[in-house]
């Protein structure tokens, strides 16, 4: 885990020399409900702390998760976007901390199988967002459906979120089986309510052997979250754990996570690629 003053002179050095790409991470899971909009919406404010500069997509199709995490209502959504109607400032909600919101709405659904013809427009709505953002979280649906998998393969970096409650991690696992990493880069893993790290370590295995032996691949354990009823009673009160209990065992996992992710995101294994990259890749997928 780095330190913050060492986080920050690397992100001073990095703008100063036009280094600066944006990383885009999908944090997604196998089955709903395990805790990935509470995860993102914490972990982005977390990142916030250590002076990155973070946006998040709300890619759940079904549910409008992280604008009702932060207690906000956004009057656009991506739809808007890419009907043209609206520019990307204006559908970009400001939560807390200046953390930066895209509702996604329909518009999922679309930018996950955008049409050429279209990518004009987009991407220079949504190469803007390098300016605005260091990083680019997206809280994607749950399950194995065409719109997440296309997320996961254009993002930089993958973080499932699994509980070591059995179906989360069989659904864990066939989620991982469908996405095929290129050049080995491995997935990052987050056991969420565990009671001690015994616990989160041996969910872990449990998933790495699987994945090592019948799909060769490799996974990273990225940290653990503790149960902590802290958590519900935020979501009741509609307002994020990192504002509502910044002192809980929950919120203190995730700021340990962001730091974690913070030296992701200054020694990446390769060069993180961009919103363009990003977009390409979604193009590629069809
Ligand atoms: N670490 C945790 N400890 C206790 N409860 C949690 C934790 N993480 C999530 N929860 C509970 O799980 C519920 C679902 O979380 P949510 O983030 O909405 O899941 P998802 O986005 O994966 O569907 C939350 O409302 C909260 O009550
Ligand atoms: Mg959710």
Known sequence: MLDQATVLRELAFRKEKGLHKMRVIAVTSGKG???????????????????????ILDGDLGLAN??????ITPRYTMEHLLSGEKTIEEI???????????????GVLELANLERARLVHVLSNLGRLEKLADMLLIDTGAGLNHTVLNFLKASDDIIVLTTPEPTALTDAYALLKAVKREGGTPINVVVNRVRQEAEARGTFERLETAVQKFLHGS???????YD??????????????????????????IQW??????????QPPRQARGIRGFLGQMLRAF
């Open 257 to 266: 996570i962001a730091g974690t992710v913070s030296g992701l995101y200054l």
């Open 228 to 253: 902590d009823p802290l958590v519900s009673r935020a979501v009741m009160q509609q307002e994020p754990l990192a504002l509502a209990y910044p002192e809980s065992s929950a919120y203190h996992c």
């Open 92 to 106: 970009i909600v400001q939560g807390p901390r200046g953390l930066g919101i895209l509702p996604g709405g329909s």
């Open 219 to 225: 996974l990273n354990l990225l940290g653990w979250v």
């Open 33 to 55: 409900g395990v805790g990935k909009t509470n995860f993102t919406v914490n972990l982005a404010l977390a990142l916030i702390e250590y002076g990155h500069r973070v946006l």
């Open 66 to 71: 992280v604008d009702v995490a932060c207690g």
